[in-house]
């Protein structure tokens, strides 16, 4: 696997070697010691989730505070994804900052979105399964969010905002300002 870093501090492409032929293909998807070696962050994860959306599904911006942060592995399994990551880190030098790839079931790309970051995807197939890996265990009382569509941080999610499907809570989710990080 090949690790690429991204604009944002900490923030890493995972980038699979895939054996192919005839039969079809093999890649490590994930190595912990390999990643931990060529980054310096820790690769040990808890809890795996998946979620399924339909096109245009909007998710996030979400994140989990204090005790609870979590790093996650996220990556594509069926379709294709927009995948945004924002450093919502006071202290570093690229907070306010975000980052978008496409993940897709094709390229098995995997962002690495370190703690202190707002995440979201962006549904740009018929229908997408995504994957989550996190380093903690999720907490309610801990969750945290910034809108969608926040002005300061002016992302672009690659599909049209009257398109996009959100949750009542990511419709009603706190601006970048009001801090909820």
């Given at each position: ?25 093999f ?93 979201g ?36 999610w ?11 809570k ?12």
């Amino acid at each position: 696997m090949k690790i690429k870093e991204t604009p944002l501090k900490d923030c890493y492409i995972i980038e699979p070697t895939i054996f192919e032929d005839e039969r079809g293909y093999f890649f490590e998807k994930f190595n912990e010691k390999k990643f931990e070696e060529l980054t310096g962050m820790n690769g040990h994860f808890v809890q795996d989730n998946i979620s399924k959306s339909s096109y245009g599904v909007l998710r996030g911006l979400h994140l989990q505070k204090g005790e609870h942060a979590q790093a996650k592995l996220v990556s594509c399994l069926e379709g294709s994804v927009w995948d945004v990551a924002v450093d919502l880190r006071e202290d570093s030098p690229t907070f306010g900052k975000w980052f978008g790839v496409e993940l897709t079931a094709e390229n098995k790309l995997q962002l690495y979105v370190p703690r202190g970051f707002g995440h979201g995807f962006s549904v740009l197939s018929t229908h997408a399964v995504f994957s989550y890996k996190c380093d903690n265990f999720y907490n309610k009382e801990s969750e945290g969010s910034v809108k969608f569509n926040d002005p300061d941080l002016n992302i672009d999610w690659k599909i049209e905002e009257k398109d996009a499907v959100l949750s009542e809570k990511d419709q009603n989710a706190p601006g970048f300002k009001e801090k909820n990080f």
